[in-house]
């Protein structure tokens, strides 16, 4: 059965920083390409940042630069780092294996003014 479980979100100012956390269980993590998403209000939710297998990354445009996906197999999470935070970051933020379809209660993040 897999679980999702994201924390780390939080209310952080403009310009400021958060580490989002993801532990996975029920799957074969390290063979598994995870992704975050994020769903803003009154949004559809989208495809924020991908961690491969072998690490590699990929990010919507909107936040290269900014966001740093990665993953520890050995604890069966993966976390994305979140820099120069701006106000339409804010949302609710999902991590999910890229091929399963199935959602964890997500993280709040919310980006002032």
């Known amino acids: 059965q897999v679980q999702l479980v994201e924390s780390g979100g939080g209310l952080v100012q403009a310009g400021g920083s958060l580490k989002l956390s993801c532990v996975v269980s029920g799957i074969t993590f390290r063979v598994t390409t995870m992704t975050w998403y994020r769903q803003a209000p009154g949004k559809q939710r989208e495809l924020v940042a991908t961690v491969t297998s072998a690490s590699r990354t990929d990010y919507v445009d909107s936040v290269k630069g900014r966001f740093t996906i990665s993953r520890d197999n050995a604890e069966n999470t993966v976390y994305l780092q979140m820099n120069s935070l701006k106000p339409e970051d804010t949302g609710v933020y999902y991590c999910?294996?890229?091929?399963?379809?199935?959602w964890g209660q997500g993280t709040q993040v919310t980006v002032s003014s």
């Open positions: 999910k294996p890229l091929l399963i379809d199935f």
